[in-house]
């Protein structure tokens, strides 16, 4: 099959509720309430804007790596991630101009190890939301 053939669609839908607050929701998921956030004059406990875009990529990658370790079958207990995204003022804008995914994959077997380096770096070179985003996204996978 040609994925690069292939064209998705994806919707979503967002709804100003009070003050710099607002719900995003998409038709079958969930509602998420979403704010400014705090540093811009807005919102403590809420997503904001920023959370979700360091989040997408350090989802994005989670998922790709899940689907190429089942392809490739590679055991492993656990998959966790963080992720620290870094926004900053560019040519009089703010932007993020950098993004560090650390997730840590423990393994079923040591001697998988240089198998699950080389397919955590595999899903990050074939993550979509990575690949579609301008700042720089930086791998630094732990493998136990």
Known sequence: ???????YTYHTSVKWTEQRKGVISCTG???????????????EGIW??????VASANICLMTTFLSVADRAG????SYESVAEGRL??????????AITLKPTITLTMSSDAAKAKEL????????????SMKSRVTLEATIR
Not at 29 to 39: G, L, N, S
Not at 48 to 53: N, Q
Not at 74 to 77: G, K, M, Q, V, Y
């Open 88 to 97: 900053e003022v560019v040519d009089g804008k703010f932007q993020f101009t």
């Open 120 to 131: 955590i770096e595999k899903a990050e070179a074939n993550c979509l939301i990575s690949n």
């Open 29 to 43: 998921k969930p509602d998420v309430q979403v704010a400014t956030p705090p540093e811009f004059k807005g919102h």
């Open 48 to 53: 904001s804007p920023e959370d979700l875009f």
């Open 74 to 77: 590679l055991a492993f207990t």
């Open 1 to 7: 099959m040609d994925v690069r053939s292939k064209v």
